[in-house]
């Protein structure tokens, strides 16, 4: 009786005693999963772990996996081949969809963005010359639907959207071009715009801007008078109405406007496309005081728009102008104490190219160009290899005649968007990413 006692607890009286075996069908121990095999790609790895993207081997419906998140390699983070459409911005890819158009009014000459209704996503805007008006195109995840157009004043060419009168919504300031004047149109909510309030400039406000130069906390705006050859200064009182314009003498026929700070000391810079001396002027502020421009020259006829952007990454901010008669653009590399001097970067012959944007379209973490090309009725995107070397022009969507360039992610995919005002179809152009 004694030996029969030992001999049942020596055989754990029933219980079965194994060991995990990776390959025995048994899921055991540290194992999740045990098909029997050693065939990976059936969901089970030959190490008896479920099967998931990252794990180095191309599974059952996995277009490959190579270990790691890293995108721009050949395999995305999602275990796809690099492709367009497959849902992952990989860097370097450019994937765009045929562009679409919302009506707008006639002879639409200028697009901005900004969140105008408040709800965390960005609307457009747009200047339509001859109607005298400007519409607000709501943004629903990159679609966009036309409010009501607002009268603005005689020929609006151009835009600036700021917070003018410090009640937290974006408001929109127009200049006239036929009128002399510019007009503020204020947000009364919904980015449905209140009736404008005209204040006089010089003659021709081709184009305006708008920041804060004189480092009070409101937001004021410059305009680009190509008749007169003046800028106008419109300085914000505080409260969204403006002081009466001062005007600074300007290179001739100036076109372009925009405002930066361009040597890092707080106070931004004005700069203008000067159409009739191709050339950029600079103008240094220190504060509140405005120097007399600095002028670079650039390629023949710069038009209507003037990026501002760090195309070259060294933390210094680059001048670019689109040339309309030498079908080219200019960058100006910043360099201490000013700017080198142009390098040109041909578009294509007689592409007029009307305007440009810098942002980083192929998500490859530098800045890229965007061009209007106008007489090619299509938007051309220009690259950039990192630093500031340029690939040739391609084209990336359809358009008649388009004359404004607008860069920004509108639908929330994590990329760049294309918007433009489609000149002669009278109609805002969207040319959304697709990764």
């Known amino acids: 009786m004694r030996l029969l006692l030992v001999s049942l607890l020596a055989s754990g009286c029933g219980a079965s005693v194994t060991s995990a075996v990776c390959g025995d069908e048994v899921v055991a121990g540290a194992e999740t999963c045990d098909d029997g095999n050693t065939v990976d790609g059936d969901g ?50 450019i994937c765009v ?17 900004a969140d105008l209704d408040g709800d965390g996503d960005l609307d457009a ?36 959207l700021a917070d003018f009168d410090g009640d937290g919504r974006v408001d929109v300031a127009a200049s006239n071009i036929t009128d002399n004047t510019v007009s503020i149109l204020r947000n009364t909510g919904a ?44 300085s914000n009182t505080g ?55 600095v002028t670079f020259p650039v390629g023949d006829g710069p038009e209507d728009s003037i990026a501002i952007a760090d195309l070259d990454g060294d933390g210094r901010l680059d001048l670019i102008s689109a040339n309309t008669f030498s079908n ?27 305007a440009v944007a810098a942002g980083d379209v192929d998500g490859d973490g530098d800045l890229d160009l965007v061009v209007a090309m106008r007489d090619l009725d299509a938007v051309g995107l ?11 022009v391609q084209p990336i969507g359809a358009a008649d005649n388009p004359e404004s360039i607008a860069l920004d992610d509108v639908n929330g995919d994590g990329r760049l968007d294309v918007l433009f005002a489609d000149g002669d179809a009278n109609a805002l152009g969207v040319i959304l990413s697709s990764p």
Do not use: W, Y
Request: proline fraction near 7%.
């Open 44 to 93: 089970c790895t030959t190490a008896c772990t479920l099967e998931s993207c990252g794990d180095a081997v191309a599974d059952v419906g996995e277009g490959c996996d190579d270990g790691n998140a890293t995108e721009g390699d050949g395999c995305d983070s999602n275990c796809t081949e690099s492709a367009c459409g497959n849902g992952v911005a990989a860097p370097g890819e």
């Open 97 to 113: 969809q045929p562009p679409k158009t919302s009506p707008s009014g006639m002879a639409p000459r200028a697009v901005r963005l």
């Open 125 to 160: 805007v747009v200047a339509n010359t001859t109607s005298g008006t400007v519409t607000v195109f709501l943004n629903a995840m990159g679609q966009f639907m036309g409010l009501p157009a607002s009268p603005s004043g005689t020929g609006t060419n151009c835009i600036a």
């Open 191 to 234: 980015g449905v715009l209140a009736a404008p309030v005209t204040i006089a400039v010089g003659m021709g406000p081709f184009s305006i801007a708008a920041g804060d130069l004189d480092g009070d906390g409101d937001i004021d705006l410059v305009t680009a008078n190509f008749v007169a050859s003046t800028v106008s200064r419109l």
């Open 239 to 293: 409260t969204g109405t403006f002081a009466a314009a001062v005007d600074l003498a300007a290179p001739l026929n100036p076109h372009a406007i925009s405002i930066g700070d361009l040597d890092g000391d707080g106070a931004p810079e004005i700069v203008i496309a000067a159409h009739g001396a191709d050339a950029i002027g600079v103008f240094d502020n220190t504060g509140g005081a405005i120097a007399s421009p």
């Open 328 to 354: 080219d653009l200019s960058v100006l590399l910043g360099i201490a104490g000013g700017f080198a001097s142009q390098q040109v970067v041909p578009i294509a012959p007689a592409a007029f190219p009307q």
């Open 382 to 392: 220009v690259t950039n290899n990192g630093d500031a070397g340029f690939s040739a």
